[in-house]
């Protein structure tokens, strides 16, 4: 029975797979990072992964996120929850395989949505296993939706939504770049890493983007941050390190220096 | 949307894994089945397959029905639902690349025991899946336990409790042999099939059996029949057929004549 309070770590799908690959799963990355989460032997955490080219070519094809229209659809809303299965085995394999007491809690079967945002979640049984100790893993998903029938759920929303309910000390992000850029680090040399945000700060970043662009030049990182807002309001800090690179995610769950982005209220 | 009663089908660990293998699944059986299933069409239509050599020596090795006591049990109750969700998946595979649109439902996600005995079954979601035509699909599992703080769930209790409280019009068990015998057919060369019991023929053959030996003589059947007698009380009848053996769990959903064992409340 632990008394602490919860750290939620997402590690993203384009992390953990090769984009592009179809269900191709970085396996090697999927057991240092399990290392890492072992190593750092967090009493109280709730691991959330991305789809990656599991999840999201498939969902695609079928236009899951919009909503059922059409019938044939249904075997697409299977498929995309099955493909998701099939990569949180292999992190669930990873996990337990590093004696990491993980459980996978699947989102379909616990989240309803209502035009896409997490309207009802049923955590009682999640907030039991965190309880007694086991350490809850979830992941992006194909769920039902209230007004559409059903649609995807990203991950980055489950993060806030989990962290926000639980009441975690601190959001980890694992992703692919070093953190949040004023440009996107893949394409622009000049790119430069933004250490440390506030608020305010991350707000006026966000107001001079919109202006000056319609598309996401942060290389997509801004519109994930975005969804992690209402956790940060709350009080509860965000640190967006790089999961690609040994490491830097065992630091920031250890509370150690790590290249990063920490964004806090204040 | 479907008005129709659901049917119930559980399919025995034993028919589709390999009992004498660890983690050994018989994936040639598993397709024959979703054949079937998809031939059958089926519209309202609940899975449950058992653990075989998934679960069972797993759950056995941490003795996780007898509950917590110790630390490392955690990581062996982690263990048993990981395994099942690795024979799980294989089932949804199966039937996902049949067009069969599968949804599975981790019951460690979703139910709670005490003292072994379903307390509580957040359904809601399920019960949705089923109106909009997708087949959830559930498995004996690792649960939480309000009493014993975790422990297993049988696919046999998870049948009768889905059958009686989704109100289903049959249940179809499928196992590895013919049906129930009044002996031991893999030990008995002159084991009797029962073709068609009432609820009181049944009692009669429990208490015969019950008296004339403290080990159930049936081969492990009886005990799984037991289970489901309140769902026989309720009105819902049974049919037990070879799910090993071609056809039979088609022609029991298809509810055409076929060898096996039907009991009946009157």
């Not at 953990?16 to 396996?27: F, S, V, Y």
């Not at 909503?67 to 498929?79: I, M, T, V």
């Not at 993060?159 to 070093?178: E, N, P, Q, W």
């Not at 319609?214 to 997509?220: E, F, L, P, Q, Y």
Request: with cysteine.
């Amino acid at each position: 029975m632990s008394e602490t309070k919860p750290i939620v770590l997402k590690i993203g799908g384009s992390v953990i797979t090769d984009k592009d690959g179809e269900l191709a799963a970085r396996t090697a990355v999927i057991n240092r990072l399990s290392e890492e989460i072992q190593k750092a032997r967090v009493e109280n955490l709730i691991i959330v992964h991305g789809g990656g080219s599991f999840g999201h070519p498939t969902a695609k094809k079928y236009g899951i996120k919009e909503g059922l229209r059409e019938e044939s659809q249904k075997l697409g809303f299977a498929e995309t929850h099955h493909v998701m299965t099939v990569l949180n085995g292999l992190v669930m394999d990873s996990l337990v395989w590093h004696n990491i007491p993980a459980i996978s809690v699947a989102p379909s079967c616990c989240v309803v949505t209502e035009n896409g945002r997490i309207k009802c979640f049923n955590d009682a049984i999640l907030k039991s296993y965190l309880r007694m100790g086991f350490a809850p893993v979830l992941y992006g998903d194909a769920v039902l939706d209230e007004k559409l029938g059903f649609t995807v759920l990203s991950g980055d929303q489950l993060v806030a939504h989990l962290a926000m309910k639980l009441a975690a000390s601190r959001i980890v992000i694992g992703v692919d770049t070093d953190g949040l850029y004023d440009a996107d680090p893949k394409l622009s040399k000049n790119a430069q890493l933004y250490t440390n945000l506030t608020l305010a700060e991350l707000k006026k970043i966000q107001d001079k983007l919109d202006k000056s662009t319609a598309s996401d030049v942060t290389g997509g990182m801004l519109g994930k941050v975005s969804e992690l807002i209402p956790a940060v309001e709350q009080g509860i800090p965000v640190t967006i390190v790089n999961a690609a690179k040994a490491n830097r995610v065992y630091k920031a769950l250890m509370r150690e220096a790590v290249e990063g982005t920490i964004i806090e209220k204040e």
